[in-house]
């Protein structure tokens, strides 16, 4: 939840800067200047501005996703008490009594271990952590309203995130003298040793009892001395320093190592957070593989019963043996689109159809009308027996369940109860899931998936892609002309923007008012799907995307019925 206004921050910085470069442009073609002549000063202020709002956000989301670690801990204690006050009552029997105030001394023995505990092994690391992004969180705050208070004919005197890289001939450490102009009124040069080493500098003070000053170089910013080549100016968020060098090779030396140091660890922490976030995908899709693996039917392949299948049909949402896949892959990717389990890394958006169909499920449709399970091949029935089977099962649909006939508004209802089993059925049953439906919802012409788009949010994900992969009405246009893909940018739905381009919808096609959907995001400002197409535009998208879904795992559901343990023993 905390990652939504950051995504969004990324998204305007990307945006605005894209922006501002644009409108360069446009003041240098009035201008009939060559581009390489115009000045950089007032393009570096609005990108660097920007920059910082980002910056702000960035430290913000750290913030609070601190907070919700912390919180994390404390609640669990306090949960674990309330527990135990609550026994009492709930306990009539002398024997519960007993038990109780057993419990209780146990508890209250526990207690002041588990605080000790919490307090050692979390809390102190996350109050640190909180403690140094709120610093940095107040710095870059108060220079960004430093920024807005400044004199317009003072600018050159800013603070300036953005700047001139340190030459690389240097490296990001270096210890040495250095000569600082002094805070008082007689300004005079004091010698002092000076260290630059993991982002910092470090100056020592000239008695030895007093702490050295450490300056945070990511909050720094170094400017040469236009007056004099041997001086050097490092401006924070407060104060600025001038330094005086040895002479002007060892002042640019200084220079250099600073920003080199600075930059050094602005990628560090970038790495980290980029690191942190691609973990956390990670295991969250090895977590949705064992959810779906542990479903009904799931341990044996959903054709021929071998066990352990690990391919899985992502647009059918089953689980089948290596013998099986390959066949399925011979039908092709429009019958059954085969990823492997274990060798290739899936993306949680190919998991969606396998956490909500299964094996079971499937085959209660797909095979209801197997009139002998001595149809269905066994591991040691030969290739051409097995490929039969597979061919009349899903090519012919021979197998499935008959319903009375599937009505249009049966499936619009299928789609508001995000019942996936109908549409399962509906399609064993061949029919056209990319008619125009009889009761659209906004313009006449919409399709299935058009109402699925609409009516989309964080647990209907599934619902989407089954249209999506399986229904063929990727290009079908409403009487305006507007492809599933214009729906989901009119009405703001990203992650359905993700589902159809890694269908490969086409981005190129207008609706009646020669819009792509592409236009109509700009038009509407939703920038997420804006920026989607964009990577689609310039085949920057990557297919293999995660998606933003309710995936309700086991973990869930135990929380859940602890909740209802508890008011159990409460009632
Ligand atoms: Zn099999």
Excluded at 248 to 260: F, G, P, R
Excluded at 376 to 386: G, S
Aim: hydrophobic content about 35%.
């Amino acid at each position: 939840e905390f990652k939504k206004p950051f995504e969004k921050a990324c998204n305007d910085y990307e945006g605005k800067l894209t922006k501002i470069k644009k409108e360069k442009h446009e003041l240098v073609k009035q201008h009939g200047m060559v581009w390489g002549q115009v000045s950089w000063g007032e393009l570096f202020e609005k990108i660097e501005r920007e920059y910082r709002t980002f910056q702000l956000s960035m430290c913000e989301y750290q913030i609070k996703v601190n907070e919700s670690k912390t919180k994390k801990g404390t609640d669990l204690l306090q949960n674990h008490i309330k527990h135990c006050s609550d026994q009492e009552p709930a306990c009539f029997l002398q024997e519960c009594l007993n038990t109780t105030a057993k419990l209780k001394k146990f508890t209250e023995k526990l207690i002041p271990e588990l605080q000790s505990m919490n307090i050692h092994s979390s809390e102190v690391g996350q109050d640190e952590e909180k403690k140094l992004l709120c610093s940095l969180w107040n710095q870059l705050k108060m220079a960004l309203q430093l920024e807005q208070k400044e004199d317009p004919g003072n600018k050159q005197a800013g603070y300036n995130m953005h700047q001139l890289q340190g030459n690389k001939q240097y490296s990001t450490e270096k210890a040495g003298t250095l000569f600082k102009k002094s805070d008082g009124l007689r300004k005079v040069w004091q010698k002092r040793k000076c260290t630059i080493s993991n982002g910092y500098l470090t100056i020592s003070h000239s008695m030895p009892n007093c702490s050295p000053a450490k300056l945070n170089l990511l909050t720094c910013q170094v400017k040469p001395n236009t007056d004099d080549k041997k001086c050097f100016d490092l401006v924070s968020h407060n104060r600025t320093y001038r330094f005086l060098a040895e002479d002007e090779q060892d002042c640019v030396a200084w220079m250099s190592t600073l920003s080199n140091s600075k930059e050094a660890a602005l990628n560090v922490a970038f790495n980290r957070a980029q690191g942190r976030e691609e973990r956390s995908r990670e295991a969250l899709t090895r977590a949705i593989i064992e959810e779906v693996r542990g479903m009904p039917g799931n341990r044996e392949c959903c054709d021929c019963l071998a066990p352990d299948p690990m391919w899985v049909s992502i647009n059918l949402g089953i689980l089948i043996c290596i013998e099986c896949s390959g066949i399925h892959r011979e039908m092709g990717v429009h019958i059954s689109c085969i990823q492997s389990l274990s060798l290739d890394k899936l993306a949680t958006s190919e998991l969606l159809l396998a956490r909500n169909i299964g094996n079971s499920g499937f085959n209660d449709i797909m095979e209801a009308n197997l009139s002998s399970f001595s149809l269905k091949p066994t591991v040691h029935k030969d290739m051409a027996f097995r490929k039969n089977f597979i061919i009349s099962k899903y090519v012919e649909k021979k197998y499935a369940k008959r319903s009375p006939a599937v009505q249009c508004s049966s499936l619009l209802e299928a789609v508001k109860k995000k019942d996936i089993f109908s549409l399962l059925q509906a399609y064993a049953e061949n029919v056209d899931l990319n008619e125009p439906v009889l009761t659209p919802l906004q313009e006449r012409g919409e399709t299935v998936l058009h109402l699925a788009v609409l009516l989309s949010d964080r647990t209907s994900l599934h619902i989407v892609d089954f249209l999506v992969q399986n229904s063929g009405s990727l290009a079908k246009k409403t009487a305006e002309g507007n492809t599933p893909l214009h729906y989901c940018c009119s009405h703001n739905k990203p992650e359905c923007v993700k589902l159809l381009l890694k269908a490969k919808a086409n981005i190129t096609l207008t609706n009646k008012a020669g819009e792509t959907a592409l236009d109509v995001a700009r038009r509407m400002g939703h920038p997420l799907c804006e920026e989607l197409l964009l990577q689609a535009q310039s085949n920057q998208f990557n297919p293999h995307v995660h998606v933003q879904y309710e995936w309700w795992l086991g973990r869930d559901d135990m929380c859940e019925s602890d909740e209802d343990l508890d008011k159990k023993v409460r009632s």
